[in-house]
């Protein structure tokens, strides 16, 4: 059974960065030929979109993290990664990664932004 794994979070200052890779376990599953997501949970809020990108290479960005946030692909590592940089309190979060048709998601990531 496919799974998907993210890994990369951790703690940082408030203007550091972080590198978020989801990777794809348990059996063929395509980062290429797939709409893939970044989507975050804070504490108390609902799960917000971060970021996409498709299978043609095309980029979605919320406003919050536009100009700061990078998704990205390697399909020969078969992998989808969100680069954070200048990062807010506000980013603190659990970062997930999904199909963009939401029928699979991994566990999450923590990421936590100190001021």
């Known amino acids: 059974q496919v799974q998907l794994v993210e890994s990369g979070g951790g703690s940082v200052q408030a203007g550091g960065s972080l590198r978020l890779s989801c990777a794809a376990s348990g059996g063929f599953f395509s980062m290429r030929l797939n709409d893939m997501s970044w989507y975050r949970r804070a504490p108390g809020k609902q799960r917000d979109l971060v970021a996409s990108i498709s299978s043609g290479g095309g980029t979605y960005y919320a406003d919050s993290v536009k100009g700061r946030f990078t998704i990205s692909r390697d399909s020969g590592k078969n992998t989808v990664y969100l680069q954070m940089n200048s990062l807010k309190p506000e980013d603190t979060a659990v970062y997930c990664c999904?199909?963009?048709?939401?029928?699979?998601w991994g566990q999450g990531t923590q990421v936590t932004v100190s001021s």
């Open positions: 999904a199909t963009q048709t939401g029928l699979l």
